[in-house]
């Protein structure tokens, strides 16, 4: 701690003022957010009473406290299931836990295709979504429901160390406990985040070294009692580019009793540990808007609808009765069976009769419907259903589905954008920093930027149009070979294999190494002449025996040319 003189000789302390200037700083900014956010806390309210009854009250901070009965208002919950099927959709077709939905790729394409590279990368995607499935799952449910229902919500990604090994936390925080600012460019970077915790858990968590008397015998008289805490990430004024240190980390983290004004701990982050993600934003607005804040007029007015149109029913079903002053025997039995002594004059006309209102109930009931279509419209849940039942096979539903759901394009964008992407960015360099370093890292990819490329059936469309256009174009290509064979040759059957692969989501497990190919072929080769080596045995041993006989009988003819000349020579 850096301290200056004693106080009471007039100096103060540099560290304690420094606090002193955080914390002040930390309450006040806190007071601007949420005063920034007020204007939204009514609408999330109602979007809460209508669409996730379940959830507490924005509009007064209260967090940490058990489910309240919110459901009284409602009388048709096709808000609330239109939420949970998107939701469903969403989390199925864009981040199934069953089937990776996200790909790494380098923006060069030449060393995109390298075998190595494509190895190596399909390895790290791996890793990545072993990762997610560990602890993300369950949490990313909750935050693409907010993100649905109230248009903002957040992730938290922490690295913490436990028994010497770092690990990934995922917590899903609610928008009831986030305030945020946007920098100049739009995307989130101070994060508020309001919350109560029992006066033990910040003990275990922060210690009481900083605890005021009346804290300290709170804790031993009463140590579940409730605190307000703030924890504020906001860009550090003291960061440098490649610090270690928590000071010169890009973004600073403070955590601090609000009741108590007490600042618990300083601290600092690499990257923005918040990932806020919005549904759809306007200019200027750091919160987001949502199919539930799109529909909410109908929302109300469906509810209000369907109370008139169970009146309607129910004056139906017991219409009022309309009975004469005189000679009727009361009160008049309206149940089942009911006997009515009375009901009838002596001449046999009817003392009792029922009131027709008039009411059309069939005529209410196709104005309900058609709220609901308008809701469900706004959902993107609508056009999924086939109301004409008709039968229809897999590709044509899925083609469909496909279709219809491409209004939702830009907003699945934003979500990949502002969620996925830095989420898997995160883990990401989780993994390189805990488990790869320069040596086991293809010297090709050293300094390398990696792309995601999402390959969910959601984000498909774009792929699968690129599969089709490569099939015809092969096919195309077939035709042309049949007049012309060379016209092949300006296919790279190496790079055509690798795209394929990677259209049709083939992991690359399946597909031998080039490595192993060329060890085949050269045994191959070896086999193939070691064949034709035996084949050729037979022949070669005959050709040898001729060539023997021939050399003998050379030499015979020769022995006999040499005996005359001798003999010539001694005459």
């Not at 700083?25 to 957010?33: A, C, G, I, M, Y």
């Not at 984000?459 to 089709?468: C, E, I, Y």
């Not at 597909?511 to 070691?530: F, G, I, M, P, R």
Request: negative net charge; glycine residues 6%.
């Amino acid at each position: 701690m850096l301290t200056g003189i004693d106080s009471k000789n007039g100096f103060v302390d540099r560290a304690d003022e420094e606090q002193e200037l955080t914390l002040q700083r930390v309450l006040s900014r806190f007071d601007t957010l949420r005063s920034m956010r007020s204007n939204y806390e009514s609408v999330w309210d109602e979007i809460t009473d209508y669409v996730i009854p379940s959830r507490g009250s924005y509009s007064q901070l209260t967090t940490n406290v058990s489910a309240q009965r919110r459901d009284r208002k409602i009388l048709d919950i096709t808000g609330i299931i239109s939420c949970r099927t998107l939701a469903a959709r969403v989390l199925t077709e864009m981040t199934s836990p069953n089937d990776r939905w996200f790909d790494l790729r380098l923006k060069d394409p030449t060393l995109d295709a390298n075998e190595n590279v494509r190895r190596f990368l399909y390895e790290l995607g791996e890793k990545v979504f072993n990762t997610l499935n560990d602890g993300w799952n369950l949490p990313h449910i909750e935050v693409t429901t907010d993100w649905i229902a109230y248009g903002t919500a957040c992730m938290f990604v922490q690295a913490v160390e436990e028994e010497g090994k770092k690990e990934l936390v995922f917590k899903s925080i609610p928008v009831t406990e986030l305030f945020i600012a946007e920098n100049f460019k739009g995307t989130p970077d101070t994060v508020f985040r309001y919350f109560r915790l029992p006066i033990r858990q910040i003990a275990q968590e922060f210690g009481t070294d900083k605890f005021t008397k009346d804290l300290l015998e709170a804790l031993n008289k009463d140590p579940d009692q409730l605190h307000e805490v703030i924890h504020a990430v906001y860009p550090s004024e003291t960061y440098q580019i490649g610090a270690k240190m928590k000071k010169g980390m890009k973004f600073k983290s403070c955590y601090v009793l609000k009741e108590s004004k007490i600042l618990l701990s300083e601290g600092g982050f690499k990257d923005m540990p918040f990932i806020v993600f919005r549904f759809w934003k306007r200019t200027g607005e750091p919160y987001g808007g949502s199919p539930a804040w799109d529909s909410l007029s109908d929302i109300r007015m469906i509810n209000v609808m369907s109370e008139t149109a169970l009146r309607l029913v129910q004056m139906e079903a017991f219409p009022p009765l309309l009975a004469a002053s005189d000679g009727v025997i009361m009160p008049l039995k309206t149940m089942p069976n009911g006997v009515n002594i009375g009901g009838m004059s002596p001449d046999g006309r009817r003392l009792i009769e029922p009131l027709m209102t008039g009411g059309k109930t069939q005529l209410a009931f196709e104005v309900l419907e058609q709220r609901r279509q308008a809701i469900r419209n706004a959902f993107f849940v609508d056009p999924l259903i086939n109301r004409e039942n008709s039968i229809r096979t897999a590709a044509e539903v899925q083609k469909r589905a496909s279709e219809e759901l491409n209004g939702i394009g830009p907003f699945v964008s934003r979500y990949e954008q502002e969620y996925l992407e830095p989420l898997i960015e995160r883990v990401l360099s989780h993994i390189l920093e805990t488990e790869y370093d320069e040596t086991n890292i293809p010297e090709e990819l050293q300094g390398m930027t990696l792309d995601i490329e999402y390959t969910a059936p959601l984000a498909k469309t774009h792929r699968a149009r690129q599969l089709d256009s490569t099939v015809s174009f092969l096919q195309l290509l077939q035709t042309l070979a049949q007049a012309d064979p060379t016209i092949l040759g300006v296919l790279k059957k190496e790079n055509l294999v690798g795209l394929m692969t990677d259209l049709l989501g083939v992991p690359y497990f399946v597909l031998k190494t080039a490595e192993e190919l060329a060890s085949e072929q050269a045994q191959a080769q070896q086999q193939q002449q070691l064949e034709q080596l035996m084949q050729m045995a037979p022949a070669m041993a005959d050709t040898a025996k001729g060539t023997t006989e021939s050399i003998q009988n050379l030499a015979q003819t020769a022995q006999i040319g040499l005996g005359g000349q001798s003999s010539m020579n001694l005459r």
